[in-house]
């Protein structure tokens, strides 16, 4: 998989998944500092991997997707990053952010090695998003080809509407 960082490529490490497959089982760390663990999320799910919440193009689709979350019955939407848990409840309270769940992976590196979004030159996830329906069967993945630049969200919302 091809991934560029500001037109570099960058590697990408961990598994890829793919449309079709079972989502992967993950274990992250809430901004309380706990264990949250993949396993006990039901109905559609839309895991939404970024680099650092507080950044300018992660600051936008985070919004984007509170916003789009608040519309959306039967999903929840789970922020991922490698962000300290401390500076994600910071930023999620002063951005009003409340639809969906930010959590961190900044600990084992779980979910970045088991959806393949593990950047190796940065320590950091590259921006992707994974929809995940209430069988726990993957039906959408973007691996976006630029981390600098936003996801297709009409591609995302569709895929929820199916």
């Not at 396993?39 to 985070?62: A, H, L, Q």
């Not at 900044?106 to 996830?125: C, P, R, S, V, W």
Request: net charge negative.
């Amino acid at each position: 998989m091809n991934v560029k960082f500001k037109g570099n490529y960058v590697t990408l490490e961990g598994t890829h998944v793919k449309v079709g497959h079972p989502s992967p089982k993950f274990v992250v760390t809430d901004q309380e500092l706990n264990a949250v663990e993949s396993k006990n999320f039901t109905g559609k799910k839309v895991y939404v991997s970024v680099p650092s919440i507080d950044t300018p193009v992660c600051d936008t689709e985070v919004r984007r997707f509170n916003q789009e979350a608040a519309a959306l019955d039967n999903v929840s939407v789970y922020v991922i990053s490698m962000d300290l848990p401390f500076a994600q409840a910071r930023w999620c309270g002063a951005a009003g952010i409340d639809n969906i769940q930010v959590l961190s992976d900044y600990k084992k590196h779980d979910f970045g090695m088991k959806f393949g979004t593990y950047i190796k030159e940065l320590g950091l996830l590259t921006r992707a998003v994974f929809v995940v329906d209430e069988t726990d069967t993957i039906t959408y993945v973007e691996y976006c080809e630029e981390v600098t630049e936003e996801p297709n969200y009409a591609n995302v919302l569709q895929a929820l509407k199916r």
